[in-house]
């Protein structure tokens, strides 16, 4: 699946996106998974309250299911308008 | 039925111009009422030489979807003519117009009402951050509590 990754999320993680295989069942076992990959991972991913997801472009939970997902996206709370 | 037009674009925009064209459109499409709300990039006074710019990122692709999802959810909870959905993207500097909403209705109730829901919920629910620039340094605008706590007026 494709991980997208914005605002300070994307400049802590040190880039925009990235192809990523993975049998995570949930979001939140892929973030684990991620984390333990490098410190930059952990770092982003340390407040999990900090960040939202979306998962195939719709806003999601971290306890989402991952399986038939093509794209998933970490980003801070939303600040348009 | 209700005509929605979404744009997300980096190009500058003249809010005039969009909302002489908006209310033509409206005024063709039966309605009596059109509502228009503007965002311009603020100056920043307390920072050491003001605010060099703002840059806007988004998720292109949700961005577009995120907002015709809402503007579709106005469109069912009021009646609507036309509605407009412009936000930038990019660097920005201030006084720039950011974005601009317009809706229209039959009477001025609904318009109000749909053009406040949809600034509510494009505040903390369409993909957009915004990073700005002063002579200190580039810092990403935190989200409010009170952009969150505004979305409760409409459950």
């Known amino acids: 699946m494709d991980v997208l990754y914005f605002a300070w999320v994307r400049e802590r993680i040190g880039l925009p996106k990235e192809r990523v295989e993975s049998s995570a069942a949930t979001v939140m ?15 982003a991913f340390s407040d999990l309250t900090a960040l939202r997801v979306a998962v195939d472009q719709q806003l999601s939970d971290f306890d989402a299911p991952l399986a038939g997902v093509r794209e998933i996206a970490f980003f801070p709370p939303m600040t348009g308008g | ?16 111009v969009l909302l002489s064209a ?10 009596g009422a059109v509502v228009c709300f503007t965002g311009l990039v603020r100056d920043l006074p307390g920072a050491n030489g003001g605010l060099s710019k703002m840059v806007i990122e988004h998720y292109p692709g949700m961005t577009e979807s995120a907002l ?12 609507l003519g036309p509605v407009l959905i412009l936000h930038r993207y990019g660097a920005l ?14 009477h001025r109730a609904d ?3 749909a053009a406040d829901f949809l600034m509510d919920y494009l505040k903390s629910r369409a993909p957009f951050w915004k ?15 009170s952009d ?6 409409w459950r």
Do not use: N
Not at chain 1, 29 to 43: G, I, K, M, P, T
Not at chain 2, 98 to 106: D, F, K, R
């Open chain 1, 29 to 43: 076992d892929l973030v684990h998974e991620l984390s333990a990959r490098e410190d930059r991972y952990a770092l």
């Open chain 2, 1 to 16: 039925m209700s005509l929605i037009d979404i744009r997300v674009q980096d190009a500058a925009f003249d809010p005039g």
């Open chain 2, 22 to 31: 908006f209310t033509t459109l409206a005024a063709q499409a039966g309605a």
């Open chain 2, 68 to 79: 015709q999802s809402i503007a579709e959810e106005a469109a069912t909870r009021w009646s």
């Open chain 2, 93 to 106: 500097t201030p006084e720039e117009p950011i974005m601009m909403v317009a809706t229209a209705s039959a």
């Open chain 2, 111 to 113: 318009a109000f009402l």
């Open chain 2, 131 to 145: 990073k700005e620039f002063t002579a200190e340094g580039a810092t990403w605008v935190a989200a409010k509590d």
């Open chain 2, 148 to 153: 969150e706590d505004a979305l409760s007026r």
